[in-house]
């Protein structure tokens, strides 16, 4: 279930991070911490083991981001997106819970929950429903939001989204671009607050917008997103052209039209690696790293990472030009990460 993420090939090429100026330091002295402090099991001694566990390589992974991200920035969110078997023992929503993992993450994200499994517009079978409901009403149960995206446009079943999605209490976004580059018309069966969104609990509803194929410039992007009421910003970093977002943007789009504050959550992927993004280097096309693994056939330019690796994780978090650095410095409220369920891949 890795939709989302690939929505974002189409508008990137060549990507490089933006110029220094755009990333002023808002880490209030927290300092990055050393290669060898990353709490990782080194590349010879991973690829040594016959039987590493990777869901719990995952959780750790996340923890670690959180962890690094809260002390940074108190009250910084973390939403992982999909994998919510993390939360218990394998293959048993009722089984033994992960509260290290469920404390470190401050909500659940889940695609096609009632729309989108096997296509647009087509409701997802109700086994597959069933089966993601009984794991995430555990992570509600234990103080997590739960934000999910439907993939449906036809009126009818956008309305049926919204009422199923509000019957468990979760918080839904129905998708009517697969690609995730159009800002839909808020619904009147979406309740609207007219008061300050200063934490999840909050939030009534949310735009996911990772896709600026529509904007020509920051600019118009900006503005636009500007005007709509949302509660909370789902967005991406980077613009069609590979460069950042100024700080100041981003402290604009925190601000709804009639003056009360809502969130702004960056997008980030870790459970693959992107030859788009900044922190790509070309040579590893002929000098491959021993954690970048195979291109993912279905969507070239993404490659499977063995996301335990040390080396990998201090791209993600840690160091002064690390992607989750980058994110802080610009100063969003949290990160919403992709691939989290990468462990199937190795499973």
Partial sequence: MQILKYSLIVIFCLLGCGDKEELPNTLMDFEPIEN?????????EVDSIDSIDYRDEMRSFVI???????????????IPQNGIELITEKN?????IFKDYLEATDANGQE???????????????EVTNYLVDYLKVAQANGNEIFTIDYCSSNDNIENSIDKNQN???????????????????????????????????AHNFLFLVNYSNYETKENLINEVELTDYDIIFMDMFFNDGTTFDRSMIERLKLRTNG?????????????????????DASW????????????????????????????????YGTEESYLDNIIRLNFNGIYLDIVDAFEYYE
């Fill in 112 to 126: 096609n929950l009632f729309y989108g499994y096997n296509g647009d517009d087509i409701e997802t079978n109700t």
């Fill in 260 to 280: 009360t504050k809502r969130l702004v959550i960056c997008y980030m992927s870790i459970g693959e690696a992107e030859n788009y993004r900044y922190y790509w």
């Fill in 92 to 96: 048993n929503p009722n089984g033994e």
């Fill in 36 to 44: 060898d402090e990353v709490d990782s099991m080194d590349t010879e």
């Fill in 168 to 202: 468990l209490n979760f918080i839904s976004f129905a998708a009517t671009d697969r690609n995730l580059r159009v800002i839909p018309e808020l619904s009147e069966k979406q309740l609207q607050s007219t008061k300050d969104i200063n934490v999840l609990e909050d």
């Fill in 64 to 78: 670690k981001m959180s962890d690094y991200a809260k002390s940074a920035i108190p009250g910084f969110v973390v």
């Fill in 285 to 316: 096309e002929t000098e491959t790293p021993v954690w970048l693994d195979e291109e993912n056939p279905n969507w070239p330019g993404n490659y499977k990472v063995k996301y335990w690796n040390a080396e990998w994780q201090r791209i993600i």
